[in-house]
T-cell receptor, first 114, second 114 residues
């Protein structure tokens, strides 16, 4: 079955530490990839997206993600996290082979210690 | 401000009661979606409407019905609520079904069924 896997359910970092959140998907063919962020008590907001072209995409607030087709991965990174990055992060995939339904991963809760 | 508006924000139901969650978007988007968010499971698609006049089942449609009232509005109905439907419900929209440029989410409805 087609799925989206996020490796870490909970991550705790200190401010200024580097962040990498893993995301793998099982879809074949062309995929559209997304990372969303949900700050405490808020709705999901789009952080960044990949459709085609340069596999390294940059989003808002200093986040970036790298699409590695051979590994079916789309990992999220940030060189130096801030306390305000405390949130839940969701990877999502939309693909023709999935009927264009966007499927979300289970999410990773990030807590950044001040 | 343009966006997706959901009502109500909070609701408590008794088992067996019915209710309708309302969603409206003012971005002239063609496609609308209902997701439920449960801890450790991410967002799961309940129903979607690729365009006005069409609706289709997502991953977890049992116990729910939807109505695409017009291009702006997409409601979700629980005919006989069950404790398993305790969740946070998010409505989302996108410009078009096959041109997914990311979703815009509403602020959510926190539903408790007792």
């Amino acid at each position: 079955a087609q799925s989206v896997s996020q490796h870490n359910h909970h991550v705790i970092l200190s401010e200024a530490a580097s962040l990498e959140l893993g995301c793998n998907y099982s879809y074949g063919g062309t995929v559209n990839l997304f990372w969303y962020v949900q700050y405490p008590g808020q709705h999901l907001q789009l952080l960044l997206k990949y459709f085609s072209g340069d596999p390294l995409v940059k989003g808002i607030k200093g986040f970036e993600a790298e699409f590695i087709k051979s590994k079916f991965s789309f990992n999220l990174r940030k060189p130096s996290v801030q306390w305000s990055d405390t949130a839940e992060y969701f990877c999502a995939v939309n693909a023709r082979t999935g009927g264009f339904k966007t499927i979300f991963g289970a999410g990773t809760r990030l807590f950044v210690k001040a | 401000n343009a966006g997706v508006t959901q009502t109500p924000k909070f609701q408590v139901l008794k088992t067996g009661q019915s209710m309708t969650l309302q969603c409206a978007q003012d971005m002239n988007h063609n496609s609308m979606y209902w997701y439920r968010q449960d801890p450790g499971m991410g967002l799961r698609l309940i129903y979607y409407s690729a365009s006005e006049g069409t609706t289709d089942k997502g991953e977890v449609p049992n116990g729910y019905n939807v109505s695409r009232l017009n291009k702006r509005e997409f409601s979700l109905r629980l005919e006989s609520a069950a404790p398993s439907q305790t969740s946070v419900y998010f409505c989302a929209s996108s410009e078009a079904w096959q041109k997914v440029d990311g979703y815009t989410f509403g602020s959510g409805t926190r539903l408790t069924v007792v």
